[in-house]
Structure formats: structure tokens, C-alpha cells
Nanobody, 124 residues
Framework: QAQVVESGGGSVQPGGSLRVSCAAA????????IAWFRQTPGKEREGVSC????????NYGDSVRGRFTISGDNDRRTVHLQMNGLKPEDTAVYYC?????????????????WGQGIQVTVSS
């Protein structure tokens, strides 16, 4: 069964940096789109960033563009999200998700494999 596992995250002060990673178990990510979503209580899941590894195309949500960077590892199984200039409003549970066909989307219904989520907290 295809799985992805998030790691990293944690707590940081405003203006700080964190990196979260998403590792695929049992498959490579070449033929898929991999996205990071985030969610806070009472709100819908928000698309943060997406990448298609085969051509390194990246997409970012308006609220994180210029501060976050998504990248794929050479092992073709891991995706990283480097988060710089963090703000309190970035506080959320971050989810990694995988979508068939290597084309990015913000529609959560298109993503078939989800990680368990990882907490990112930005607070002074």
C-alpha cells in the first residue's frame, strides 16, 4: 500500500525557518504530483505548494510565495518544503499528499495518498 510519511516541523519564533519533508514508502514520485496542504481548526485544507519531480515544475499559494521553497530529493522518493520568514498565520498541521498524473492541482479530491500530518507552530 502506497504511503507517505512527513517529518520535520516543530515550533519556531516569527521570522524563523523550518523544513518539513515527505518520504514515499515503496514507490518513486516521478509520475505524480506532490503537494503540501495545511489546515487549522474550523478551516478547509489550504494548498501551500506543489511539485512535479520529472520536470521540477513548482507551484505556490499566494500566502507563501517568496517565502517557501519546495524541492525533490535525488532519490526521487522525498520532497522537502523549506519554510523561511515564518509568520504566526503559518501555524497549522501540514499534510503531504500525492496525486496521480504529474500535474499540480489544489483540489484535495484529486490527491489519493495522504500523510498523517505534522504540526508547525510559529509563536513568540
Amino acid at each position: 500500500q502506497a504511503q507517505v510519511v512527513e517529518s520535520g516541523g516543530g515550533s519556531v519564533q516569527p521570522g524563523g525557518s523550518l523544513r518539513v519533508s515527505c518520504a514515499a514508502a515503496g514507490f518513486t514520485l516521478d509520475d505524480y504530483a506532490i503537494a503540501w496542504f495545511r489546515q487549522t481548526p474550523g478551516k478547509e485544507r489550504e494548498g501551500v505548494s506543489c511539485i512535479t519531480i520529472y520536470d521540477e515544475t513548482t507551484n505556490y499559494g499566494d500566502s507563501v510565495r517568496g517565502r517557501f521553497t519546495i524541492s525533490g530529493d535525488n532519490d526521487r522518493r522525498t520532497v522537502h518544503l523549506q519554510m523561511n520568514g515564518l509568520k504566526p498565520e503559518d501555524t497549522a498541521v501540514y499534510y503531504c499528499a500525492v496525486k496521480p498524473y504529474a500535474r499540480c492541482s489544489w483540489d484535495v479530491r484529486e490527491f489519493l495518498v495522504w500523510g498523517q500530518g505534522i504540526q508547525v507552530t510559529v509563536s513568540s
